[in-house]
C-alpha cells in the first residue's frame, strides 16, 4: 500500500524550533518529488516547500523562506521538514504529499498525502 | 505571482443534482498545471483533476475537469452524499516557481 506517514508535530514556543518527518512506503520513494502542504485551523491549504527527487531543486513558500528547510534521505525513504524561528501564523496541520509523476512526465499534482501532523504555536 | 479565486465559497445542493465549481487564475495558467482536490472534514485532501481535464486514478467519472487559460471548472454530474466536501484548484507556476490553492468551495447539503 502507497503510504505517507507525518510525524514531530507538537506544541512550541514563538521562536522554537520543530522538526517534522515524514515516512514512505509502498513506492519507489527516490523516483518522486515531495511537497509539504500545510493548513492552519479552519483555513485553506497553503503550500510550504517542494523538494525534487534528488534534491537537486528546492522551492520554499515566501512565508517560510529563511526559516524552513526542507530535506530528505532516499536510503530512509525519509522526508523532513527542519521550523525554526516559528510564529503563532505557522499553527497547522502539516501535510507531506507526492507530486504526481509518471516515467514520461512530471505533473504537479499531489497523488499521495499522508495524515498530517499539528503543530501549535504558542507560549 | 499567480492568484487563485474560488467561486462560489459555498454552493447549497441536494444529492442527484449538478454541481459546477470555478477556479480563476489571476494570469494564465498551464492547462498542464491545474488540479482540482476534495477534501473531507478531518481528512488530508484528495487528488481528483490533474492537467484540468484528467481524473485521477479512482477518480469516478461523475467528476470532470475543464477549462484553459485563466478560467477553469470542475463538474460534479450528478451529486452523492459523499461528495459534499470542500473542493479546491492548484496550479504550478514556474515563475517564480510555487505551488497555490484556490481559497476553496464548500459543497454542502442543501
Known amino acids: 500500500e502507497v503510504q505517507l506517514v507525518e510525524s514531530g508535530g507538537g506544541l512550541v514556543q514563538p521562536g522554537g524550533s520543530l522538526r517534522l518527518s515524514c515516512a514512505a512506503s509502498?513506492?519507489?520513494?527516490?523516483?518522486?518529488?515531495m511537497n509539504w502542504v500545510r493548513q492552519a485551523p479552519g483555513k485553506g491549504l497553503e503550500w510550504v516547500s517542494y523538494?525534487?527527487?534528488?534534491?537537486?531543486?528546492?522551492y520554499y513558500a515566501d512565508s517560510v523562506k529563511g526559516r524552513f528547510t526542507i530535506s530528505r534521505d532516499n536510503a530512509k525513504n525519509s522526508l523532513y521538514l527542519q521550523m525554526n524561528s516559528l510564529r503563532a501564523e505557522d499553527t497547522a496541520v502539516y501535510y507531506c504529499?507526492?507530486?504526481?509523476?509518471?516515467?514520461?512526465?512530471?505533473?504537479?499534482?499531489?497523488?499521495?498525502w499522508g495524515q498530517g501532523t499539528t503543530v501549535t504555536v504558542s507560549s | 505571482e499567480i492568484v487563485l479565486t474560488q467561486s462560489p465559497a459555498t454552493l447549497s445542493l441536494s444529492p442527484g443534482e449538478r454541481a459546477t465549481l470555478s477556479c480563476g487564475a489571476s494570469?494564465?495558467?498551464?492547462?498542464?498545471?491545474l488540479a482540482w482536490y476534495q477534501q473531507k472534514p478531518g481528512l488530508a485532501p484528495r487528488l481528483l483533476i490533474y492537467?484540468?481535464?484528467s481524473r485521477a486514478t479512482g477518480i469516478p467519472d461523475r467528476f470532470s475537469g475543464s477549462g484553459s487559460g485563466t478560467d477553469f471548472t470542475l463538474t460534479i454530474s450528478r451529486l452523492e452524499p459523499e461528495d459534499f466536501a470542500v473542493y479546491y484548484c492548484?496550479?504550478?507556476?514556474?515563475?517564480?516557481?510555487?505551488?497555490?490553492f484556490g481559497p476553496g468551495t464548500k459543497v454542502d447539503i442543501k
Open positions: 504529499a507526492r507530486v504526481y509523476s509518471t516515467e514520461r512526465r512530471v505533473y504537479y499534482g499531489m497523488d499521495v
Open positions: 509502498g513506492f519507489t520513494f527516490s523516483s518522486y518529488s
Open positions: 523538494i525534487s527527487s534528488s534534491s537537486s531543486t528546492i
Open positions: 494570469q494564465s495558467v498551464s492547462s498542464s498545471y
Open positions: 492537467d484540468a481535464s
Open positions: 492548484q496550479q504550478y507556476g514556474s515563475s517564480p516557481p510555487r505551488f497555490t
